[in-house]
């Protein structure tokens, strides 16, 4: 597989479930960043969480970092129809010292309200 | 959330023509990048850009792509014979000046149709 792949590639609930993406990849990084995608447009930041967190927080957003498994998990609570969108995770590569973002196939959320 | 323009939204060119993408930072940016995303597909990496100097490119990065920001505030990136496979949404990122993290944020885009 490639860098920043996320899992699963589709996911469809109900308002109000939770919603889990995971992403895995490949090298060290320094940083992993979730985008957030609507069919079409630009990508929209989520959050970012370093290598050296464990866990981070943002409103409804809970996202992991698990560097001795090289994976990540972002879990939106609460979900509503709202948060239908395409979600990425991306790494940047902490070897090359490079900032360009690599980033995964992404995971289609579908909210159903 | 730093506000980053590019224009135009959607490019139609003929194969084989120049086209420029613009990129507009309403700040004082030092780190500029490109990025594409063909339909359906990944988005990748193209170009990086340091204080007035490419930084890193990949290897789509070829000679047909080139960068430049030549005003001081514009930053754009020219495809100087396009070709079909380049149709696909374009995308500047930037790193806030004095950003405490390296988080990138990304224009809108361009959506670059060559027919």
């Known amino acids: 597989s490639q860098q920043g792949e996320e899992d699963p590639q589709a996911l469809s609930i109900q308002e109000g479930e939770n919603a889990t993406m995971n992403c895995s990849y490949k090298t060290s990084i320094n940083n992993l960043q979730w985008y957030r995608q609507n069919s079409g447009r630009g990508l929209v930041h989520l959050i970012l969480i370093r290598s050296n967190e464990r866990e981070k927080h943002s409103g409804r957003l809970r996202v992991t970092l698990d560097t001795s498994k090289k994976s990540s998990s972002l879990l939106i609570t609460a979900s509503r129809a709202a948060d239908t969108a395409s979600y990425f995770c991306?790494?940047?590569?902490?070897?090359?010292?490079?900032?360009?973002?690599?980033f995964g196939s992404g995971t289609r959320l579908q909210v159903q309200p | 959330e730093p506000e980053v323009t590019q224009t135009p939204s959607h490019q139609v060119t003929q194969m084989g023509q120049e086209v420029i993408l613009r990129c507009v930072p309403i700040s004082n940016h030092l780190y500029f990048y490109w990025y594409r995303q063909i339909l359906g597909q990944k988005v990748e990496f193209l170009v990086s850009f340091y204080n007035n100097e490419i930084s890193e490119k990949s290897e789509i990065f070829d000679d047909q792509f080139s960068v430049e920001r030549p005003d001081g505030s514009n930053f754009t990136l020219k495809i100087r014979s396009t070709k079909l496979e380049d149709s696909a949404m374009y995308f500047c990122a930037i790193i806030p000046p004095a950003a405490s993290t390296d988080t990138q944020y990304f224009g809108p885009g361009t959506r670059l149709t060559v027919l």
């Open positions: 991306a790494t940047d590569a902490m070897d090359t010292g490079r900032r360009a973002l690599t």
